[in-house]
């Protein structure tokens, strides 16, 4: 069973930056994609980014291009998510999903394992 660990959240200021990480505990990284979520108060899960197993291919959410960037490092078995220009609406509980099918989508139906979530405050 992949288990899944977000790490890295907080409270940032806005305009200001955080980087997310999710750490595996799979043997490999390697036969997995990975797509990151999030939940505001209120309102259903949304996807923000995914990766391909190998890194060579990303897709983001409009809302955060730009912004945005995810990477993997498959060595350490680990994804990230580096955000910046950070915004109010940015605000949420984020969450890494896994799979090992690469559909390249933003859709939560796409990928089976799931990280217990971290939140994410963006406040002055």
């Known amino acids: 069973q992949l288990q899944l660990v977000e790490s890295g959240g907080g409270l940032v200021q806005p305009g200001g930056s955080l980087r997310l990480s999710c750490k595996a505990s799979a043997f490999t990284l390697d036969y997995y994609a990975i797509g990151w979520f999030r939940q505001a108060p209120g309102k259903e899960r949304e996807g923000v980014s995914c990766i391909s197993r190998s890194g060579s291919t990303t897709n983001y959410a409009d809302s955060v291009k730009g912004r945005f960037t995810i990477s993997r490092d498959n060595a350490k078995k680990t994804v990230y998510l580096q955000m910046n220009s950070l915004k109010p609406e940015d605000t949420a509980v984020y969450y890494c999903?896994?799979?090992?099918?690469?559909?390249?989508?933003?859709?939560?139906?796409?990928?089976?394992?799931w990280g217990q979530g971290i939140q994410v405050t963006v406040s002055s």
């Open positions: 999903a896994a799979d090992n099918n690469w559909a390249g989508t933003l859709f939560d139906g796409d990928y089976e394992y």
